[in-house]
């Protein structure tokens, strides 16, 4: 067994994988082909559904993957083959010629700036041209350039050189060769990603005219760092569009190009870009043609029905055959409207081709190479119970090499895969591992010497905000030695110049005028400790969401506001101290709460990776929902699923079930909780280092809809599973969809509900082939590979009749009346039984357990994960995970998969020898105290209590009640030093005197304050 693990691709799959393995304990080789990682992700310009900035909530990431000592980046290489077996597998990786020496290049850019050659840039989908020698976009990682060796003057025709004159560091040499090397490890990981679909073989969508773009070109045109400066313009011309128009499903959902299924993302893309666009230009006039809607995760529901209400987005549901070119070269399309069965036609100034995710090229290369299996649509086959394995034990696979997905579903699976690696491997944890090492940190002066530092973002602050004049202006704030304006201050050539300047300039403060620091303070953090200087000397001045993003209109106010942020940072920054954190102790145990299937897989890979894990479920058995369903829609029996975790579970001694048991108090925090469990009438007390929610969910009782309950004739899809298997009699079925989902009281998707209905009909129709089946529906939602049941159903004689949601089906005696949007008139149907699919709704215990570990529940009771696209299996608060239905409804396989991520990142901390505090804590002045128990009782974490302490006063000594703050426990947050009455509770790095200096500074900058009908307007 080898401790070491290659994973191939480095897009945001191959990066989680990598540092969720990296932080386990093992040595870790990232293998990707391109000249830097970050994949496509790093192309986007935003994330639905919270719109945040793709590069800002990657960068960091791509940071630290970079930096990490246990992670070796093999950029711009291929696997050729993969032999071996588990434990010991043989990856031979061909690193190609890059002509530029990673170990010298500086990443200075003076190559790219005096090439002549200008080719088009892949990074930008060709909307720009690129230099011959080029480093990918500015947050590359590594920042190294590259000589593309086909477009190279001097590689091709011997003249030039330019670059090699103008590199100071001599890195640059034409005579590198391509170099195969060999890997040994115990594990990989395929992370190989897709391939956008090429439209071109589509020429009836006309992408040879330049106003016909693919939604990958669209995000390159709306990303600040794009070709454009975030403005959609006509290629052709470069003028404005006034009207645009989306075609949904090219190069999905078509069999006629051997694309039968459903690419999962391109509707809400293509929602995500309408907004963005009319948030550009909110006079612009937008069409979406769709098939179906597919908004059916979690939150998309309600950002779909955002982008109609709030921004006047047109959805039609169609599917043009053709893009049109006129004889005046303007685009046009012809199509039926399904609602009303008119042929209509309508003019566009441009036309984006919503393109689905192809198989990379890749992943068949190195499936064909290595004995891997694929599936039948080019994707690496895996089983829906062991969704991240494949047929060649020890390889794993994650993300869309395994099938069409969005980017939460992606990390999950990444961090699933990299938990099954480390339970391979778990015996050589440690092994091969290597400690991160800094410089001695510089002692403090007494003179503060304070750096500021500010940040463009692309276009995102330095649209709106002067940032020039912001800087100019630090430099006349008192304690200021140094400001500088970065293009974009996370990414890693900033890193080494704030570095530089820390040194350069024997900086002791540094503030960073940039984003959020919920997503970047860390980094910068960092940063600084590189240098040599204390973390806790930094200050992050947030002039993006507080200030450009707010006030995009306002950019002289917007400007002025700014400078006062960064003033009132800097003031504060002078009275800023070293902060250090405490090693402490942990529990090298978990615990799981739920013992569903997600549960249980949860338990598994915790015990398999070497810890202690005590699964808590209320039930007598274990298997949750999964007991009540009779097939799965692979045709596998839910029962023979369960009765294996169940075996596994009973034959691994590190597993403890605890049935018909409640968890009922849980105190302690990272590392050291301690949960007491209600069992048999028997409390029994655990200690565990870090928890596992996963409390699942519970179908909908659709009391009342559509006669539910008074009409013995209408069951749910749970009930006609159970019908099923007890040979059902009906003979003509009607199927009711989004029955109690996607309405006012609950308007999210349901999201299984469409492949639990499409599968249970095909049940039907195989078994009474006579069998009238129906599926009414509003948006038919079999999204991925589960598209081929679609097609399956139709080709067995399903009928589907669309609704619309203002006219819902009508339950009558004998029959159920609907009104086909298609022919637009109303249909009677004969009916022995109507099933209604309803959505799953958050489980009964989550309300008591989210207050037991201070986790949040969203508007809908499931619990609300850290950040819904790179944190999917995280709360804020540290320790805690969650997976599964607990989250957001999710068919079994996706459950699996979660589930092995939070064990995957519960695992992060258990393999630690210790835990480190949080260093901005509360302390406690003992003589102030005066022992009232305010903190205690305001303490949302349980950080302060009353403790016996000798006081001695005047050579008396007596003892009292005095507050300790556990520094473990405390997260800072400050609500103890606000309460005190006494001002014994001081919360370091916002402290009294820090907070009192930054409001000073504030007021130095207000010209005027108005109160008006209880609206404070503050005038800088």
Known sequence: ????????????????????????????????????????MSQLDKTFPTNDCAMCILSPKLVETGRHPNIELLSYSDVKSITGEAGDFR??????????????????????????????DDYNAGMSKRKAIYIPFAQAIPRVATIDAANCIYLTKGKCGNCKKVCGVEAVDYEAKDEEIELNVGSVVIATGFKPFDPSVLTNYRFDHPDVITSLQLERLLSASGPTQGHVTKPSNGEV??????????????????????????????????????????????????????????????????????????YTNSRPPEVIVGADNTLSVKYEDFNTGELKSQGLDMVILSIGLDPSDSTRTIAESSGIALDEFGNIATSIEAPVETSVSGIYVCGVAQGPKDIPDTVAQASAAASKAAALLSGERGTLIKEREFPDEKTLSSEPRTGVFVCHCGINIGSVVNVPGVVEYAKTLPNVTYAQELLYACSS??????????????????????????????????????????????????????????????????????????????????????????????????????????????????????????????????GGMLKDMTEMHDGKKPSEIISDLARQIHDNNKITVMNEAKLVDVEGHLGNFKGTVLSGGQETHL??????????ARNLEPAGLFGYGSNSRVVTQAQLEKMLAENLSANNITMIQCAGARNPEREYCGRTCCVDAVKNAIRIKKANSKANVFVLYRDIRTYGVTEKLYETARELGVLFIQYDKDAPPQVQDSAVVVHDVMLNEDIEIETDLVVLSTPLISGEDNSGINQLFKVPLDKNGFFLEAHPKLRPVEFATDGVFLCGSAQAPKLMEEAISQASAAASRACTILSRDF????????????????????????????????????????????TAKKSRINPAACKGCGSCAAACPSGAITAQHFSRKEIGEAIDAFEQGIKSIAVNEKVVEVTV
Not at 13 to 30: M, R, S
Not at 244 to 272: E, H, L
Not at 687 to 696: E, L, P, Q, S
């Open 1 to 40: 067994m080898k401790g070491s693990v290659a994973v191939v691709g480095g897009g945001v799959a191959g990066i989680q994988a990598a540092l969720d393995l990296a932080d386990n304990g093992f040595k870790t080789y990232l293998i990707e082909s391109k000249p830097s990682i970050g994949g496509t």
């Open 915 to 958: 835990i480190e505090t949080e260093a901005m804590v509360s302390i406690v002045n003992e003589a102030k105290c005066i022992g009232c128990g305010t903190c205690v009782t305001v303490c949302p974490y349980n950080a302060p209590a009353l403790e016996e302490a000798t006081v001695t006063a005047e050579e008396v000594s007596y």
């Open 241 to 314: 569009p006034k009207k645009i128009g989306f075609i949904q499903c090219v190069g999905s959902r078509n069999p006629r190009i051997s694309r039968k299924y459903c690419s999962s993302v391109c509707c809400m893309y293509a929602t995500k870009e309408a907004i963005i666009a009319k948030e550009h230009d909110p006079e612009l006039d937008i069409t979406i043609f769709n098939i179906d809607i597919r908004a059916f995760g979690k939150n998309f529901e309600e950002f779909y029905n955002r982008a109609q209400r709030e921004y006047g987005i047109k």
């Open 493 to 622: 050539d900033s890193q080494e110049a704030i570095k530089q300047a820390i040194s350069g300039n024997n900086l002791n403060r540094v503030v960073v005028a940039s984003c959020t620091p919920r997503t970047h303070e860390p980094l910068f953090q960092n940063t600084c400790r590189e240098a040599g200087l204390n973390p806790y000397l930094f200050e992050l001045a947030n002039i993006r969401e507080h200030c450009s993003w707010v006030h995009m209109k306002e950019k002289d106010k917007a400007t002025e506001k700014a400078k006062s942020i960064v003033r009132m940072a800097v003031a504060k920054s002078a009275f800023f101290q070293p902060l250090y954190k405490q090693k402490v102790s942990l529990i090298n145990k978990a615990m799981v709460i739920g013992g569903g299937v997600a549960g249980m897989t949860a338990a598994l890979d915790i015990a398999n990776n070497g810890y202690e894990v005590t699964l808590v479920e209320k039930e007598k058995e274990l």
């Open 91 to 120: 990856v031979k990786v061909l690193r190609k010629a890059r002509y530029v020496d990673e170990a010298k290049c500086t990443g200075c850019g003076n190559c790219t700036e005096k090439c002549p050659k200008k080719v088009d």
């Open 687 to 696: 200690d565990f280092g870090a928890a596992v929610i996963a409390t699942g």
